[in-house]
């Protein structure tokens, strides 16, 4: 059986939060900030009058949607220089850096998926909101702005949050283009020690509580929702 | 873009001891298929009674929703690691060195840990499916003298079945997508072979285009089946019947 040294945690605490940590919550926050508006945007473009754009804007939420993200991660990791390389006017394809890449990539994923959160919110806003809209003289943006986009993100704050825990845990598959995030830093000093078993049950043990205790503050935050909801439907 | 394309690379011979790159690529997918099947099989197998389990209340309950919270809560590659790095430590010593040295044990260990995963969506799921059944049925099968065991076999299962149907079909293609995460512990499966023949021949996007539309290829396959399989259980009117009851879904 194993001997187990829980010091070596301690000793690389600073490591693990101030370098992998800080990593994995800098891609979460803006890959979910950035995503979000880009889902927007996508839910936008799928519902618009011209068919080829809602061909295009569909065509690429499906596919990014039904690939696995370490595929989509290398897909990028590659595509992004040689696209950079096309829009510069550089001469051989521009290394952008794993960092950009990585924060590229989830971006491009999530909206994908934060495009299909909207429109579900989207779709289940009363049709009675948008005649009265149209009949009080909203024009169309103003419309989707001050009107439909409001309501749709409430309905679906529980899931768009939750959504963001899952991209939480997901960043931890930067570990395939060699980026040290929580996860990889629990790793590297596991590997460094000769302590793989320690750091790993560690890192797990992060992660849950984390995400743990976020979910629970999305159920409380979803059961309030629904309250305030069911009082103003009565 | 200045890329040179070259979509006869796919006939060359591949330095792995495949006889071309196209074999080798398609092995990946053989291997994805089999990692997807085998872990569809234990989610199936450990999370159905899970699902029934976790809305009784008591000890059964408390631990099977405990089950649910410990697998959603962390990371997949993290889970994949504590399977591949932490487990065979805890193992006897014989079992021990029969994992480690065996050369399929990445392959059984990453099949466990993505079925051991699934299998807390899956439980989710048929909780959800249940949940949804009105309290009237369960009531109407009890006053008819069914006990609860005939309950669930004969009126709540088949009718969860049903609601499942459309569910289950994106938690198969969730499997599949999740598969991926195994090349880290170093199974060759399609995205691996895809980045393999990536470096072997340096044709970047002929690797990943044929990697991307061989998952295409596989969840088509998985809709077509999970299509046939709603026709054949014959309930659509059911199914749109129910809708509006069914639990939100999440990942």
Redo the contacts between chains.
Sequence with gaps: MVDFDFGVIIRSAGYLFYEGMAFTLFLTFFAGTLGFALGILLAVLRSSSYRPVRWLAATYVNTIRSLPLVLVIFWFFFLVPFVTQWVVGSPRPVAVGAVWSALITFTLFEAAYFCEIIRSGINGIPRGQIEASSALGFRPVQRFLLIILPQAVRNMTPVILTQLIILFQDTSLVYVVSLTDFLGAAGKIGQRDGRLVEMYLFSAAVYFVICYAASILVRRLSERNTISLARVGS | ?N?YWNWSIFFDPAPDGSATYLQMILAGAATTCIIAVFSAAIAIAVGVPMGIAARQSGMVGSAARAYV??F????????M??WY??LP??LPRDLQILVKQSPDGPLVLGTLSLGFYSAARICEQVRAALNAIRAGQWQAARALGLRPVQTYRYVLLPRAFRLLIPTMTSEF?SI??????I??IGVME??AS??AM?EYSFQ??ES?IA??LL??MI?FVIVAIMSAAEVLSGTEADRSATRTHRG?K??
């Design positions: 873009m890329y919270e410990l959603r809560n962390i990371p997949l590659l993290a889970q690691f504590l790095f932490v430590e805890l293609i599949v997508k999740n598969s991926a995460v090349l880290t399609l995205t895809a980045r990536q970047i996007f990943f990697a991307t998952y295409l969840n939100g999440h990942g």
